[in-house]
């Protein structure tokens, strides 16, 4: 088949943005003819299978986002904040650049807005992934964006919802949709997989880092500061996510005091410096880090903590941590508790209870890493590795972009 996939954004980092270019990837590899439209300057940084890449220029450099972030070269702005001039005008600019690449089998539109007009516009069969995070930081309580997005979807031949959660939240915000579908996101088990960690290859990784203080970059020092942090054999708990109030990060840090246990905390954003005027003493902070440090930071840690007091589409942190054998502890709430039961069905029902806990509550998140932070090593590993079972017989990338495309 011959697939147009237009994301909006760039190749790496958030969700959103690791769910498009694993696709790119597994499409590519099964003998697709790919092409990636999005606004990364630099995709030569991500394996993508052989799919190519088209950038298409915006008017007037403007980025309609959910969350406000710093991307080179462009200005983000809110979606809610953007005139309807404005965003006609992107897009206009993202159909052009579609309608160039077609005729196509199917062009696949990331997140209602904008993937929707988009593929609208484009004047080809298209299909829409609807994320949430568009959904409930743009959409949600705007009637003229919720309408846009009604409208839009309508002309889809099909829809995307990554959790039952997620389906709820979209007939909630704008209103019943027809074809719609239930595909989680999926994980790459070939990249996240078990075994001892290796601090000497993060440490490696981590000298490669760029050093110019881009806070979607990894700190300056950090292959000394994690060669110093991991010297030192202690209970070790990791957070991955953005450092804002919705991610619950708070929650963590509030339930390491009391815990005989340590915290490695990566990502970035823009409650990172309250956050760390909160940790307890020993925590690491790295900044942002990609899967190529990940792969190697994970199995050196005991425990992941996904603590999200904001709904989430999925929880695709929380499966990359058990792909690597690393046991997560999620908030019971959206797709994270969907997360939670599928990783709770594979282990032993006395230790199925630990893997979720109430949302905002410190007290009980620092009771399940207690008892898994006491459990025996090989008890423990025992666990991790019935988590990465749960990873590959619900969520492999390459299962779900099968599946897309049936």
Known sequence: MRIVLWHGYLLGGTGSNVYTRALAREWSRAGHDVTVVCQDRHPERYDLGGASVVTPELPQRLLPVFVLDEYEGLDARLLQDLTLAQREAYVEANARAIRELLPADVVFANHVLLGGPVGAAAGGPFRVKAHGSELEYSMRGNEELSAWGRESLRAADAVYVGSEHIRRVLEDVVGHVERVHEVPPGVDVDE??????????????????????????????????????????????????????????????????????????????????????????????????????????????????????????????????????????????????????????????????????????????RERLRALLELPDEERRQLGLAARNAVESRWSWRRVAERLLD
């Open 192 to 365: 996240f997989t078990p075994g001892p960690g290796s601090l000497e290859a993060l440490v490696e990784e981590s000298r490669l880092d760029q050093q110019d203080g881009d806070e979607r970059h990894p700190d300056p020092g950090n292959a000394e500061r994690l060669a110093e942090f991991f010297s030192r054999d202690e209970p070790t708990v990791v957070y991955v996510g953005k450092l804002i109030r919705n991610k619950g990060v708070h929650v963590l840090l509030e339930a390491l005091n009391g815990l005989d246990a340590r915290a490695v905390v990566v990502g970035f954003g823009d409650a990172r410096a309250e956050l760390e005027a909160q940790a307890p003493p020993g925590t690491l902070f790295t900044g942002a880090l990609e899967h190529r440090h990940l792969v190697h930071l994970l199995p050196l840690c005991d425990v992941s903590c996904v603590p999200s007091v904001f709904p989430e589409a999925f929880g695709m942190v929380a499966a990359e941590a058990a792909a690597a054998g690393v046991l997560p502890v999620v908030a019971d709430h959206s797709g994270l508790a969907e997360v939670g039961a599928g990783i709770a069905a594979e282990l032993p029902p006395e230790r199925a209870g630990l893997v979720t806990f109430p949302s905002g509550d410190a007290d009980a998140l």
